[in-house]
T-cell receptor, first 117, second 106 residues
Framework: NAGVMQNPRHLVRRRGQEARLRCSPM?????VYWYRQLPEEGLKFMVY????????ESGMPKERFSAEFPKEGPSILRIQQVVRGDSAAYFC???????????????FGPGTRLTVL | KNEVEQSPQNLTAQEGEFITINCSYS?????LHWLQQHPGGGIVSLFM???GKKKHGRLIATINIQEKHSSLHITASHPRDSAVYIC????????FGTGTSLTVIP
């Protein structure tokens, strides 16, 4: 059973370009979480999704950032018109169905390191 | 004030030492997570606990829900334990401590 997969592992973009980060949860997991880790800072929650639904996006910046988790395929975190301050490591985690609870153990992907030039 | 506070921020130990990392939180929770982030950046979930104590190899995690405090202990520390240890609590979202950077010297 493969773990949580993220790609690309490293992504370089110029200011103003779009960044698309993908996360494939573990088999059987229908809950996906995205976190951001800015340089020299701790992890920060961004968004919590279930299949085809955004459950909690309270940690997402109001502009330029969006996330989806379609019925088929990976979860996508999309950053439009990237700026240098978006440079960070973006981690995805997944957890299995636990009656809709988000308190269960989460399994983390290896992260995508985004560098904005 | 952060919802989750960890101490110490940095810790250097000699191989074989007993290590304790502390986590205090202010949100009401029913479970707490300890994570390990290696220098390469990958994150591993070590423990999820809601009461008492859990042990996995040389790692022991304890929690006191009433006092809103948890500790992570490493017995007989080894250089391969060098990593950042992060405490996380679920509330409306997941709240993370800033991490404790541990370096174990041979």
């Amino acid at each position: 059973n493969a773990g949580v997969m993220q790609n690309p592992r490293h992504l370089v973009r110029r200011r103003g370009q779009e960044a698309r980060l993908r996360c494939s949860p573990m088999k059987g997991h229908s809950h996906v979480y995205w976190y951001r880790q800015l340089p020299e800072e701790g992890l920060k929650f961004m968004v919590y999704l279930q299949k085809e639904n955004i459950i909690d996006e309270s940690g997402m910046p109001k502009e330029r950032f969006s996330a989806e988790f379609p019925k088929e395929g990976p979860s996508i975190l999309r950053i439009q018109q990237v700026v240098r301050g978006d440079s960070a490591a973006y981690f995805c985690a997944s957890s299995p169905i636990l009656g809709g609870s988000r308190l269960g153990e989460q399994f983390f992907g290896p992260g995508t390191r985004l560098t904005v030039l | 004030k952060n919802e989750v506070e960890q101490s110490p921020q940095n810790l250097t130990a000699q191989e074989g030492e007993f290590i304790t990392i502390n986590c205090s939180y202010s949100v009401g929770i029913s479970a707490l997570h300890w994570l390990q982030q290696h220098p390469g950046g990958g994150i591993v979930s070590l423990f999820m606990l809601s009461s008492g104590k859990k042990k996995h190899g040389r790692l022991i995690a304890t929690i006191n829900i009433q006092e809103k405090h948890s500790s992570l202990h490493i017995t007989a520390s080894h250089p391969r334990d060098s990593a950042v240890y992060i405490c996380a609590v679920p509330g409306n979202q997941f709240y993370f401590g800033t991490g404790t950077s541990l370096t174990v010297i041979p």
